[in-house]
């Protein structure tokens, strides 16, 4: 009744599950992921201890297939169920039972497998099998774009309702000081894939606030100019446009710096008292404000 991606990107290190499904709040049960471990996807007749029982195995160095059929085993719905596993490694294993409602089925790619039940046609699957390996992006974007085609080659029989995605991230991006995974969930929703691919994008946008950010800390100024015209090209909001004004205005871009910030407080008067108390404590909004050119 649901049909999801679980991938192993071998660059970044990152891990995660995407799924869509006409049940409410699959997110609740379906998806799992732990940093340094692995991901489970839990659906058809869904239970969600193969989810922490699953990254519990994985743990403890147990390769994603054993783990899997360690826990199928012992459960007499084995063939009701559909499960997924990918591990540190990048290994991938896929249960599909005999007693999953159709169509349903698997494709297992080189770190990655999807996998759906109760779906309009063996052409789901396939599809998503085809896209995943050749999506473009982030581990995140490729993931929704395989949601996507899914749904325009008929999806979950039934429509859609809700979708999740939760994705850890790779040691390096840690180890850089970046925001760590994404976890978000359209719980109830008209067009659920729709919401998570606007999650995304703005969550893409305020990383490369970070990275602007943190590029000029460092004094990296081109790589600074570089990430924070990335964040004005996303889809964001007033938020993300104040703090890019001030990392403009340090970078010397006294002109964006200002015209960013009055459309900021022409959109959102409030933050006008934001920038006052910013600037008793940092230097750069002092100087922005006493500038007078917001």
């Not at 899914?150 to 994705?167: C, K, L, P, T, Y």
């Not at 840690?174 to 925001?179: D, H, K, Q």
């Not at 109830?188 to 998570?196: G, Q, R, T, V, Y």
């Not at 015209?259 to 008292?273: D, I, K, R, Y």
């Amino acid at each position: 009744m649901t049909y999801s991606v679980i991938a192993f990107d071998p660059e970044s290190g990152a891990f995660g599950v995407a799924v869509q499904s006409h049940w409410f709040n699959v997110g609740r049960t379906a998806p799992w992921v732990r940093f340094g471990v692995g991901a489970v996807v839990t659906q058809a007749l869904t239970d969600p201890s193969y989810g922490w029982r699953g990254l519990d195995a994985m743990g403890e160095g147990i390769p994603a297939d054993r783990a899997l059929n360690r826990l199928l085993a012992d459960d007499p719905d084995r063939e009701r169920r559909q499960v997924a596993f990918v591990d540190p490694e990048g290994r991938v294993a896929v249960h599909t039972g005999s007693r999953c409602i159709s169509h349903a089925g698997h494709v297992v790619g080189e770190g990655w497998a999807v996998l759906g039940n109760l779906l309009a046609s063996e052409r789901v699957v396939d599809a998503m099998a085809e896209v995943f390996p050749r999506a473009r992006g982030t581990l995140a974007e490729r993931m929704v774009a395989t949601l996507e085609v899914a749904q325009e080659n008929g999806g979950d029989i039934r429509g859609v309702q809700s979708a999740a995605i939760r994705i850890a991230p790779g040691r390096d991006e840690l180890e850089e000081g970046f925001e760590a995974g994404i976890d978000f969930s359209v719980p109830d929703h008209p067009d659920p894939i729709a919401e998570l691919r606007r999650l995304i994008t703005v969550d893409r946008a305020y990383r490369a606030l970070r990275r602007g950010q943190t590029a000029l800390a460092d004094g990296k100024e081109a790589l600074a100019l570089h990430h924070l015209s990335l964040a004005e090209r996303l889809p964001h909001g007033v938020e993300l446009d104040f703090w890019r004004a001030l990392a403009l205005f340090e970078l010397g871009k006294v002109e964006a710096a200002s015209e960013t910030m009055a459309a900021v407080l022409g959109q959102a008067p409030q933050f006008e008292e934001v920038l006052r108390r910013l600037a008793e404590v940092d230097p750069v909004a002092r100087r922005l404000r006493e500038s007078g050119l917001h």
